[in-house]
């Protein structure tokens, strides 16, 4: 995994969890996101009326994570180091003081009404369709439904993702080496089993459907994946699932279902699944328990609340060949040699969104 024998002891922990998409599983990022990309913008065309906006809509395959939209005022915003919005990407015009005055650091206060931090590669769709549908509205001096646009996206990804048979997952049926890069999956596999070996407990926990982690383990890691791990589970609804949960439930979502060796679940709770896990486990029941993810609020941060290490799996910093990865317990002091995309002022050391999230928490 990206960087996690640099920075955790992995021996030392007696349970061990893996987020699924861009942390156990890798993409090729360019290629999903543009799936998505071109997915939500055919729904928003045939389904919701945004046609005219969206015509010349583009994808962008520079995106990062971190930037936060701004609903009331229609454009999106970088972050700077101290959480707060800097840039503005579509208008050019200045920060709004409602805005500007909204603490982004803690992801309870940072989805509001009037904003959504974009934090996965999902979400990243959202970024290069709202700035070419608001900026076409400006240049056609047409009115913009900012709320409406957000509403209708909501939907657009709850369909893709949402629906087995959607256009999404049939082209990744289609052609799975396109967009599931399958370069490090006998190195993860190999963690895995060498962690159960050494008698930690080990769990993947998803917020994706089971049909979707099906789809892309068997492209990835091909049949008999779920033997490898102690319990498996999917539409975890993290961050949820790391705040009291729900009752787990079969694969089938037909009845309640207590964890169990080798059960695959949906839903449930962080406490059920780490009590199970504990007791499966062969390193003692205080050991600690680690988490793999790499959502901010979703996985990190969420984890770490409930009393979770966590290690945060960074595609950015991944493809970068000067991270420097041995660095990182130094966090309070960021080395000359860290990646861009973790400082955004390399020479005078100005900690980027990322940094800054991780530093915080």
Sequence with gaps: MTGADNLFRLEDYGVVAFDMDFAFAKYNVEAITRLVFEQSKVYLQERCGWKPLLEKAEFKGELKRGAVICKKCEDIFSIDSDGFPRLQAASGLPVPDSLRLMPMMNPSKGRTENSMPLSTYFELSIESLFVAASTAAKE??????????????ANALDHLFGDENSAYFDAIRQNPSKFVDSSRASKNMEVVRQLRAGGAAVALISNSFPFYVDLIMNCEFGPGWEKEFDLIIGNAMKPLFFQGGSAFMDKLYMKEEEPHQGAYLVRGSDSQALGFLRRVSRRGRQAPALYVGDSIEGDVVASTRAGWDAVAIIEEVDAMPTANWTALP???????NWPGFFLSDAKNKTPSWWFARLQHY
């Design 140 to 153: 056609q001096s047409m009115a913009f439904d900012a709320h409406r646009f957000f509403k209708d996206m």
């Design 330 to 336: 130094a966090i309070q002091r960021p080395p000359q």
